[in-house]
């Protein structure tokens, strides 16, 4: 079946601009997450999403960081203003419905290399 | 969650079976223990996850001591396509929703010689 799929798959950018990264999760996955693994590092947490719910937003590193999730399915990323330490690859995870017991594996996709000249 | 020790690297012939051990002497009785890993230019990707019965599963086995504060991964037959960074990673079962992100270290790179 079609796992995580991950757009674009590599981004170059200026300083300064804008970027948009998607993410489609697993058909029927409620949760959804978005990490950064910045060059010989782990991943770090950005954002999470569970159904309906406010998401919770504790790992995003400054305000020009947000994130949407449109009707429960696919989400976008945001970064504004980029800066050069915002290079990394952004991965995404979707798994199914995480209420109580943090049992469910997680699935990524392949991320986005995003690179800031 | 509570940290997890793993060795920086191993390496094993392929073939062969390999043994990727775990500390975690700070397991709470509520910590499932994770594994993913991740190949190269890939995503992570799950492995396996028990809380205290040796699992089984296609990929691999995880066994876990008696005491749970450390764990073992063990692939049966190492090839190629396994030479990745192996991720041992806790989770508590009961972390009230809106925190199971996934914690990652620093990872075992495996390195499998043919």
């Known amino acids: 079946g079609a796992g995580v799929s991950q757009s674009p798959s590599n981004k170059v950018t200026e300083k300064g601009k804008d970027v948009e990264l998607r993410c489609d999760p697993i058909s029927g996955h409620t949760a959804l997450y978005w990490y950064r693994q910045s060059l010989g590092q782990g991943l770090e947490f950005l954002i999470y999403f569970q159904g309906n719910s406010a998401p919770d937003k504790s790992g995003l590193p400054s305000d020009r960081f947000s994130a949407e999730r449109t009707g429960g399915s696919v989400s976008t990323l945001t970064i504004q203003r980029t800066q050069q330490e915002d290079s990394a690859v952004y991965l995404c995870a979707s798994s199914l419905a995480e209420t109580g017991y943090s049992n469910q594996p997680q699935h990524f996709g392949d991320g986005t290399r995003l690179s800031i000249l | ?114």
Not at chain 2, 5 to 23: D, I, W
């Open chain 2, 1 to 114: 969650d509570a940290k997890t020790t793993q060795p920086n690297s191993m390496e094993s012939n392929e073939e062969e079976p390999v043994h990727l051990p775990c500390n975690h002497s700070t397991i709470s009785g509520t910590d499932y223990i994770h594994w993913y890993r991740q190949l190269p230019s890939q995503g992570p990707e799950y492995v396996i996850h028990g809380l205290t019965s040796n699992v089984n599963n296609r990929m691999a086995s995880l066994a876990i001591a008696e005491d749970r504060k450390s764990s073992t991964l063990i692939l049966h037959r190492a090839t190629l396509r396994d030479a990745a960074v192996y991720y041992c990673i806790l989770r508590d079962r009961n972390y009230g929703g809106s925190q199971g992100n996934l914690i990652f270290g620093k990872g075992t790179k495996l390195s499998v010689k043919p």
